[in-house]
């Protein structure tokens, strides 16, 4: 059981460049949902997802976007990489109301854009 | 609406001393709350879970947190600390039942623990 995968770990991207984070998880969960951290700011919601389908902005979606065409994949796209973007990116998933469950973490991806 | 304060950005203990991490929220509905621990370069782990049941909350490594509704509390607590516990930690606040089914993090609690 692999849980929550996420890919690459690491990348670098010029600005004005574009590039999908990959986000994949086997728990069959049905919520789903993007967040970057930023030093001293906790985490931020950019996207999230309560099925396959469905997809709903968070707090901070401004230059990203999202696609839920299965149950297992929630892929976040950067049309227009800028340094702004420069973060750490994690995918989490949840069985249901993730005020019961919470939340299952990716290891995250570190994203520079230069 | 519902937030969630993490009242030190960092602590730092000795081993072997107790460890608090103070946090306090704000919410309209009966909260369900939280604590994560990020170790440096991970993701993020649960680290115990309050959703209206017993007020206090054991989780794992020997980490235990108090709900308080009166002083809207969560405060995490360890005994003692171990080097391993050097991590930053997250309190995490949602609504039962809320439109979103989202989390709303605080800006996190660093620890550091001296031998």
């Known amino acids: 059981n692999a849980g929550v995968t996420q890919t690459p770990k690491f990348r670098i991207l010029k600005i004005g460049q574009s590039m999908t984070l990959q986000c994949t998880q086997d728990?069959?969960?049905?919520?789903m949902y993007w967040y970057r951290q930023d030093p001293g700011m906790g985490l931020k919601l950019i996207y999230y997802?309560?099925?396959?389908?469905?997809?709903d902005k968070g707090e901070v979606p401004n230059g990203y976007n999202v696609s839920r065409s299965t149950t297992e994949d929630f892929p976040l796209r950067l049309e227009l990489a800028a340094p702004s973007q420069t973060s750490v990116y994690f995918c989490?998933?949840?069985?249901?109301?993730?005020?019961?469950?919470?939340?299952?973490f990716g290891s995250g991806t570190r994203l520079t854009v230069v | 609406a519902q937030s969630v304060t993490q009242l030190d950005s960092h602590v730092s203990v000795s081993e072997g001393t107790p460890v608090l991490l103070r946090c306090n929220y704000s919410?309209?509905?009966?909260?369900?709350l939280f604590w994560y621990v990020q170790h440096p370069n991970k993701g993020l782990q649960l680290l115990l879970k309050y959703t209206s049941a017993a007020t206090l909350v054991k989780g794992i490594n020997g980490f235990e947190a108090e709900f308080k509704k009166s002083e809207t509390s969560f405060h995490l607590t360890k005994p003692s600390a171990h080097m391993s516990d050097a991590a930053e930690y997250f309190c995490v606040v949602s609504i039962y039942g809320g439109s979103q089914g989202n989390l709303i993090f605080g800006k996190g609690t660093k620890l550091s623990v001296k031998p």
């Open positions: 728990m069959n969960h049905n919520y």
């Open positions: 997802s309560v099925g396959a389908g469905i997809t």
């Open positions: 919410s309209s509905y009966s909260p369900s």
């Open positions: 989490a998933s949840s069985y249901r109301d993730p005020a019961n469950y919470g939340y299952t």
